[in-house]
Nanobody, 126 residues
Framework: QVQLVESGGGLVQAGGSLRLSCAAS????????MGWFRQPPGKEREFVAS???????????DYTESLKGRFTISRDSAKNMVYLQMNSLKPEDTAVYSC????????????????WGQGTQVTVSS
């Protein structure tokens, strides 16, 4: 079992930045695909970004197209942590952001992730 705990959410003005953190425990997630998803108010959960193991110490990052350039996913395998750096935030980025883990390779589908954190609220004011 993998437990995931997100932190770093909050209220920020448009144009600001936030860095979300996801702490994994229970198992080393070095070879897991780690993803960030978000659920805006009244909308479906959507894929944000993922980082997948590419062998050795290499990881690939994947993003939903519309967020490329503003959001950056990273991970610290030694600490079992995953991060999401969010810059130039917009009101439409307001959502509950959740961290997820998948023991297999890349996926943008939330139903294919086995483990989930409880989520952290990000609110961007205009």
């Amino acid at each position: 079992q993998v437990q995931l705990v997100e932190s770093g959410g909050g209220l920020v003005q448009a144009g600001g930045s936030l860095r979300l953190s996801c702490a994994a425990s229970g198992r080393t997630v070095t070879t897991y695909t780690m993803g960030w998803f978000r659920q805006p108010p009244g909308k479906e959960r959507e894929f944000v970004a993922s980082t997948r193991w590419a062998g050795g110490r290499r990881y690939y990052a994947d993003y939903t197209e519309s967020l490329k350039g503003r959001f950056t996913i990273s991970r610290d395998s030694a600490k079992n942590m995953v991060y999401l750096q969010m810059n130039s935030l917009k009101p439409e980025d307001t959502a509950v952001y959740s961290c997820a883990a998948r023991s297999s390779s890349i996926s943008t589908h939330s139903y294919e992730y086995e483990y989930w954190g409880q989520g952290t609220q990000v609110t961007v004011s205009s």
